[in-house]
């Protein structure tokens, strides 16, 4: 059994939001054609308290895409996204979400962000979507969505260490691209045994 997961297709990664990914609006109609053909689909959500650590207007003198070190590591400061309920956190207009069977919310604990779809950011604690996988018997996922070098790499990643079959299409993907890590981001998904097509 194969999944179609999409990262993160939500207003404020799109042109106009608040942390808006060059170009992220033009993979919707894409997507939109893969979601019809698909065996099964996956959505996912970032989803923000207003007060999130993530974001750098909770730490004095921060400005965003700064780093920091937090308690379970290194984290970029990001501008206010994605808050609960907020239009920016809603999927984009465009986005046929009718053939989702699953909806999956991540980065709802104040404390910790969580760019992978599996794992938040300290790696360990799970958002449970490899037990709705597995106890629906899909083992294989297409991977597409907003942005490829933060929280599609990190879920593609983390569903290769899980032993899934993983392919990003990287045409249905798009990146922000802070200080080279679209190119660092690809690299460690080839490390990691995620096919790239
Ligand atoms: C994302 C930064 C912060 C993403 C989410 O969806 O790639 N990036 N939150
Ligand atoms: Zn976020």
């Known amino acids: 059994m194969s999944a179609l997961i999409v990262i993160d297709v939500q207003n404020d990664f799109c042109p106009g939001?608040?942390?808006?990914?060059?170009?992220?609006?033009?993979?919707?109609?894409?997507?939109?054609?893969?979601?019809?053909?698909?065996?099964?689909?996956?959505l996912t959500q970032d989803w923000h308290p207003a007060d999130h650590a993530s974001f750098a207007s909770q730490h004095d003198g921060q400005d965003p895409y700064g780093l920091i070190e937090m308690p379970y590591g290194p984290q970029v400061l990001w501008p206010d996204h994605c808050v609960i309920g907020s239009d920016g956190s809603a999927f984009h207009a465009g986005l046929n979400t009718n053939r989702a069977e699953m909806v999956i919310r991540k980065g709802f604990r104040r404390a910790i962000d969580s760019y992978s779809a599996f794992f938040e950011n300290d790696h360990t604690t799970p958002t449970?979507?490899?037990?709705?996988l597995r106890t629906r018997g899909i083992t294989q996922l297409m991977?597409?969505?907003?942005?490829?070098?933060?929280?599609?790499?990190?879920?593609?990643?983390d569903a290769?260490?899980?032993?899934?079959?993983?392919?990003?299409?990287?045409?249905?993907?798009?990146?922000?691209?802070?200080?080279?890590?679209?190119?660092?981001?690809?690299?460690d998904m080839l490390k990691a045994g995620v096919t790239l097509a």
């Open 160 to 187: 290769a260490k899980l032993g899934f079959d993983v392919t990003v299409k990287l045409d249905l993907c798009r990146a922000i691209d802070l200080n080279g890590s679209l190119e660092t981001a690809k690299a």
């Open 128 to 132: 449970g979507l490899e037990g709705y």
């Open 143 to 157: 991977m597409v969505g907003l942005a490829t070098d933060f929280c599609v790499a990190y879920s593609a990643i």
């Open 17 to 42: 939001g608040a942390l808006a990914v060059p170009e992220g609006d033009q993979i919707v109609p894409g997507i939109n054609a893969l979601m019809a053909e698909a065996e099964s689909v996956v």
